[in-house]
Nanobody, 121 residues
Framework: QVQLVESGGGLVQPGGSLRLSCAAS????????MGWYRQAPGKQRELVATITSRRWKIYADSVKGRFTISRDNAKNTVNLQMNSLTPEDTAVYYCNADVQSIGHSGSLGYWGQGTQVTVSS
């Protein structure tokens, strides 16, 4: 069993910054891709950014130049630094990880519980 726990959400004014963190724990052999997704009210969940185990990164066009994803493989964590936030960034942000568990040959995708980010004056 693998658990993902996010932290760092909250209320911020437009133009402000927030840093989200996600820690994976449990029966982990190796973590492949890690990433952040978000879901705004009435909208589908969308990709924000992903990072591979070799730290190759992909960003949604809407966050390029403003958000930075990073990971610490030794600590099984992934972070999302969000700068120049706008009200359009308001959403529940979810951590995702593709994990191969100990004793298993394949990998599964896991989700965190989500953390609310609200950008408002």
């Amino acid at each position: 069993q693998v658990q993902l726990v996010e932290s760092g959400g909250g209320l911020v004014q437009p133009g402000g910054s927030l840093r989200l963190s996600c820690a994976a724990s449990g029966s982990i052999f190796v973590i492949n891709d890690m990433g952040w997704y978000r879901q705004a009210p009435g909208k589908q969940r969308e990709l924000v950014a992903t990072i591979t185990s070799r730290r190759w990164k992909i960003y949604a066009d809407s966050v390029k130049g403003r958000f930075t994803i990073s990971r610490d493989n030794a600590k099984n964590t992934v972070n999302l630094q969000m700068n120049s936030l706008t009200p359009e960034d308001t959403a529940v942000y979810y951590c995702n990880a593709d994990v191969q568990s100990i004793g298993h040959s394949g990998s599964l995708g896991y989700w965190g519980q989500g953390t609310q980010v609200t950008v408002s004056s």
